[in-house]
């Protein structure tokens, strides 16, 4: 009950609140394990997991790792007893871990633990897509970024396509949900594209981000102006720096919606 309070007072903006209330929750399930209650050790996990949001919140990064590595920590030894309860939460751990790790300099720590959190997920998801994808992209969306930013470019690219390859099996099942995740894969793939040099490829792969998202734009435009108005964006600067002509075939109905909404817009 006092992890779950912390939670909700970090989501309202009370971050000191939010750690005093949390770490009062870890040291009792931490005392209730020394004690031999081993019952508890997953709620301890927890507790960690969550400290380390609330010490992260605050910009104590060094002190967030260290309990996110005992949570870590925890969570392996829970999942080689019950994989199938543990590892989903494991990954979760090592993914934040990543997160961490690169934003205090420390790159390649944080590449190693968000490829063994994906790799995890990916085990997982052969057996429960449904469930078990779109976390998946997420650690996946994690190494590509950390790989982009190490210069490990092929890696970051090959990744960044097999989020777009989820996305686009995910789509399939549930549109509405997982549109704006597909486009915004698609526009990472260019970034890493761009970064290679390879403008006139990454153009193309912005082009496929907005051919996915155009038919529910131009159905309910507003949930996805902000994503297409930054796909459209990127496009005319990735296809001036590689000396291309604009798609207006593929930009035409979307300006038409802009258009509509400015117009409403200007009748308020």
């Not at 209730?32 to 919140?57: I, M, R």
């Not at 199938?84 to 979760?92: G, H, I, N, Q």
């Not at 490990?152 to 390859?165: G, M, N």
Request: hydrophobic share 45%; with cysteine.
């Amino acid at each position: 009950m006092l992890g779950t309070l912390g939670n909700i007072l970090s989501d309202l903006d009370q971050p000191d609140e939010a750690l005093e209330t949390t770490w009062r929750a870890f040291r009792i399930y931490e005392q209730l394990v020394k004690a031999g209650h081993d019952a508890f050790l997953p709620a301890t996990a927890e507790s960690l997991n969550n400290l380390a949001k609330c010490l992260g919140d605050l910009n104590q990064n060094a002190e967030a790792l260290d309990k996110l590595q005992q949570a870590v920590e925890t969570r392996q030894q829970l999942a080689q007893t019950l994989p199938d309860v543990f590892l989903p939460e494991l990954a979760k751990s090592l993914c934040n871990s990543a997160i961490l790790l690169n934003r205090l300099g420390r790159a390649e720590e944080g590449l190693g633990k968000a490829l063994e959190s994906a790799k995890i997920l990916e085990q997982l998801a052969k057996a429960q897509p449904d469930v078990f994808l779109s976390d998946l992209v997420w650690a996946l969306d994690i190494v590509v970024g950390i790989s982009k930013d190490l210069g490990k470019y092929e890696d970051a690219l090959d990744k960044a396509l097999q989020a777009v390859q989820i996305y686009e099996q995910l789509v399939k099942a549930r549109p509405d949900a997982f549109l704006l995740g597909l486009a915004g894969s698609w526009d990472t793939h260019a970034h890493v594209l761009i970064s290679m040099g390879r403008q006139k490829e990454a153009a193309g792969s912005i082009a496929r981000g907005i051919q996915a998202l155009t038919p529910c734009f131009q159905k309910t435009p507003l949930p996805f102006a902000e994503t297409m108005a930054k796909l459209c964006h990127n496009y005319n600067i990735v296809c001036a720096q590689a000396k291309l002509g604009l798609d207006m075939l593929l930009l035409a109905p979307v300006f038409d919606v802009f258009k509509k909404l400015k117009e409403n817009e200007s009748k308020k």
